[in-house]
């Protein structure tokens, strides 16, 4: 018995127990006239995850080492020398380190990951900032943030899905009318977001978990048939192994259970818990069950597209409003330093480097892991530098993980600062550089977001100018261009 087929998005389900599941793309059992277009459809598939860090960062933090590296090449852009070279790292025990902030254990920053991995310096914000839930993603008080340009663009999307972007924690603008407002989260918890994404409805009201048992008999059978190929029969039966553990983690409380089998079940139960906010493995438990269900939701199709940025914890001992203030704020005390740099280096590995390794072990119906297609990309709130500065819009520090199905050269430390510019702060100093939202035209571009999309005025990306004037007109010139030695 094959599994249902929808014509019109090429999707396929599983269904039992007035319930359909949603699977990844099976190819040996669609009907042989769509097959080939069904697996390039695929094959041209792209997947964007991005997540936000609060706060700004002193430069020796985050670059570190890379600061002194001697570039390999050098051009000018936008009137500035800038400069390109191999992304160095060294080992520390058990430990890949590459700067203070960028380091993890050797199994999560794997040579492979190391070679698909970019470190961006000396991108700005295109104007002034305080605190602000929407730069990160290109946002302004005019204009969205990219996740909303990529849940409605064809291009991104020719079909589309049933969530065109999870949206967790308010790091997402949107347009409305001659202002910007925030979009809603997507869902407040883990097991809420399981039950929108995997949830139907069997009483008005009431959400109903799609349990793997419900559709087992029907995965059996097609599992059994013998056109189903290896392939393919090998990625259901990982799919259906993936969804098993995930519903293993929000059992509890997604059949109704009025308790917690244990703390890690949901994570609003995880952030109710006393001390939540002193200890951060468990705030980085919260990004591993987050990042279960967006692994499932991008293997089944229902999404490609999460950005997120918690906003209650830092990955640290304190609070919110008290991590700024007693770490942030103090990061001239080299032991608040070295407290934010184990925070944000805990985000990095726990969340960041989690979710690609994760995308990583899910196999696509052209062979393809789910991270090959895969953008994940990492943006500060405020940018780097030293005092006074720490809410400005400088240098915002940039990681990422993948290549977006080849589109970026990756494996590199990039240094688009302008190191002739003003220098008006305390060692150490900061400095001009190109555009954030020249990076952030790029990024739409890798996800197929065409230019005529990108430049209908609504978007912006990349020919809106805001009222920063350290910018030069060359720089503001070469907004449309793709950044030096970053596309393959």
Request: hydrophobic fraction near 35%; charge should be negative.
């Amino acid at each position: 018995m094959k599994p249902a087929y929808n014509p019109m998005t090429r999707r396929q389900f599983l269904v039992g127990g007035g319930v359909a599941l949603a699977v990844p793309l099976l190819p040996s059992l669609l009907p042989r006239e769509v097959r080939a277009a069904a697996q390039a459809a695929v094959s041209a598939e792209r997947y964007f995850v991005h997540m936000t860090t609060w706060h700004g960062v002193f430069q020796s933090q985050f670059f570190g080492p890379l600061l002194d590296l001697a570039p390999t090449q050098k051009t000018f852009a936008g009137g500035i020398e800038v400069r390109g070279m191999p992304l160095k790292s060294r080992a520390d025990g058990s430990n890949i380190v590459i700067s203070d902030i960028l380091t993890a254990a050797s199994s999560a920053l794997t040579p492979r990951m190391l070679s698909r991995m970019n470190v961006i310096n000396g991108l700005d914000f295109h104007t002034g900032v305080g605190h602000n839930r929407g730069y990160s993603l290109g946002g302004d008080d005019v204009h969205p943030s990219i996740d909303q340009v990529l849940a409605r663009s064809a291009g991104f999307y020719p079909t589309r899905p049933s969530q065109g972007v999870i949206v967790r924690n308010l790091v997402s603008l949107s347009s409305a009318g001659s202002g910007t407002t925030q979009t809603e989260q997507t869902a407040e918890s883990n097991v809420k977001l399981f039950d929108r994404l995997f949830g139907t409805t069997t009483t008005p009201g009431e959400p109903s978990i799609v349990l793997v048992d419900r559709v087992k008999e029907h995965a059996d059978l097609v599992m059994a048939d013998p056109a189903c190929s290896t392939d393919c029969r090998n990625r259901l039966s990982n799919y259906l192994d993936l969804l098993s553990d995930v519903q293993t983690q929000v059992g509890g409380v997604a059949n109704g259970g009025g308790s917690f089998p244990r703390p890690t079940t949901d994570t609003a139960a995880v952030e109710a818990t006393e001390g939540f906010y002193g200890k951060p493995e468990q705030q980085v438990a919260c990004e591993r069950l987050w990042n279960d269900i967006v692994a499932a939701a991008f293997a089944a199709g229902i999404s490609r597209a999460y950005v997120c940025g918690p906003n209650t914890y830092t990955f640290g001992p304190d609070s919110e409003h008290a991590w700024h203030n007693n770490y942030a704020h103090a990061l001239d005390d080299p032991a608040k330093r070295a407290g934010f740099n184990a925070a944000v280096r805990l985000q990095f590995e726990g969340a960041m480097l989690d979710m690609a390794n994760r995308l990583d072990r899910i196999t696509t119906a052209d062979g393809a892991t789910i991270f090959d297609k895969t953008l994940i990309a990492s943006g500060f709130e405020l940018g780097s530098g030293g005092n006074p500065g720490h809410h400005h819009n400088r240098c915002v520090p940039v990681v990422t993980l993948g290549n977006a199905g080849g589109y970026f050269k990756t494996g590199q430390y990039l240094d688009y600062r302008d190191l002739d510019s003003f220098t008006w702060s305390s060692d150490p100093h900061w400095y001009s550089g190109l555009l954030y939202n020249q990076w952030m035209g790029m990024v739409l571009r890798s996800m197929g977001v065409s230019r005529a999309e990108q430049e209908t005025g609504i978007v912006g990306y990349p020919n809106l100018r805001g009222p920063n004037g350290d910018h030069t007109d060359q720089i503001w010139n070469v907004a449309g261009q793709d950044l030096p030695w970053l596309k393959a």
